[in-house]
Each structure stands twice: as C-alpha cells, then as structure tokens.
C-alpha cells in the first residue's frame, strides 16, 4: 500500500517510495547506550511480585488469568509510598500477547527472558509480553492512590485480567454518585 501526500491544489509528486527497504528489527533489550537505571536487578526491594499470565477455560469461557485468578479475585498489590517494587511477568498463554499497562506510573525494563537488558534504561507504563516470554519490571510506588494494572488488550482485562495497585496508606474521600448510570466493567 502506498499513499501519497500533498497539498491541495499541488501536482508536484517528488516523493519516491520505500516499499523494498528492509528494516532493521527493532532489540529493546539492547537499545540505545548504556547507563546505570533508577532500579538493579540485584537490588533490595520492598515486595517481590510474580504475575504468570495466562488463557484458560473456567466454566465453558475463555479467561485471562493472572497467577490462575480472574478479577476481582487476583491478588492485590498492596504498597506504600516509596516502595519499590519488582514484578516478573511470565506468559504462559500459547498464542495471546498480554500487553501489560500499570495506571499512575511508569516502571524500568529489566531483563528480558533471564538477560539483564545492555541498552540504556527503558521506562515505559505497558509491555507487550509474548507467548512465552519473561520480563521483570520495578517501579517506585510515586504516586498515591488505587491503580489498575491490567492487560491493554482490553477483552483480555474484561475477562478477568486485572490486578490493582492500592497504597496502604492512601484514603481516598471520594464516593461514587448511586445515582449516574455507570456501569464499570
């Protein structure tokens, strides 16, 4: 597919097609140069968390489960302010990726199937996870509140997941109107 792009009126057509270029693969485990990131794999942290991601039957539907839970029974992860906190992701679904987004903050990239990651820190708030692929993330628990974490493909989350983020030490004053006709998912 090519499409071309001009200003109305313009007949002038001098841009040349790239189509039989071949691209580089794109390496996140080893881009750009590297420098020393906020977190260590070989760092003390606060809470240790694993989170296999998976695809199961449970009473004839499909589910997307984390650690064999569907929300709202997934575990949840309880913190407070300043910890800091390594997650593994594993995916253990056969065919689905689970791109993985925490809401309220952004976590470090740091190894990618068991290898430590050689390019510069990679921060990000969602992680395409593939079929078999492990990735162990940290974050610094910045950011006060009650925080989804949860897979961004969005039929994988409404069937079941997600997890939350809840700070111990955070009191939210807000209380729902009974009376909007919201229905979350």
């Known amino acids: 597919m090519k499409a071309v792009i001009q200003y109305?009126?313009?007949?002038?057509?001098?841009?040349?097609?790239?189509?039989?270029?071949e691209l580089?693969?794109?390496?996140?485990?080893h881009y750009g140069k590297q420098t020393q990131g906020k977190f260590s794999l070989t760092q003390k942290f606060n809470q240790e968390v694993s989170m296999n991601l998976n695809t199961e039957m449970?009473?004839?539907?499909?589910?997307y489960t984390i650690n064999g839970k569907v929300f709202p029974d997934t575990e949840k992860i309880k913190v407070q302010k300043g910890d800091k906190v390594k997650v593994t992701f594993v995916?253990?679904?056969?065919?689905?990726?689970?791109?993985?987004?925490?809401?309220?903050?952004?976590?470090q990239v740091l190894s990618k199937n068991g290898q430590p990651l050689?390019?510069?820190p990679v921060m990000k708030d969602t992680l395409n996870i593939k079929p078999g692929e492990q990735?162990?993330?940290?974050?610094?628990?910045?950011?006060?509140?009650?925080w989804m974490f949860h897979c961004h493909d969005l039929h994988h989350a409404s069937?079941?997941?997600?997890?939350?983020?809840?700070?111990t030490d955070y009191h939210s004053n807000y209380t729902p109107d009974p009376n909007v006709n919201n229905k979350p998912e």
């Not at 995916?91 to 976590?107: A, E, I, K, R, V």
């Open 58 to 63: 449970k009473d004839g539907e499909m589910v």
């Open 8 to 21: 109305e009126g313009s007949d002038v057509k001098n841009d040349t097609s790239s189509s039989s270029e």
């Open 159 to 167: 069937a079941g997941m997600v997890t939350d983020v809840m700070y």
């Open 91 to 107: 995916n253990q679904s056969m065919s689905d990726d689970h791109p993985m987004h925490l809401h309220g903050h952004f976590f």
């Open 118 to 120: 050689q390019g510069s």
């Open 24 to 29: 580089s693969k794109f390496d996140l485990a």
């Open 135 to 146: 990735y162990v993330i940290a974050f610094e628990a910045d950011n006060p509140g009650d």
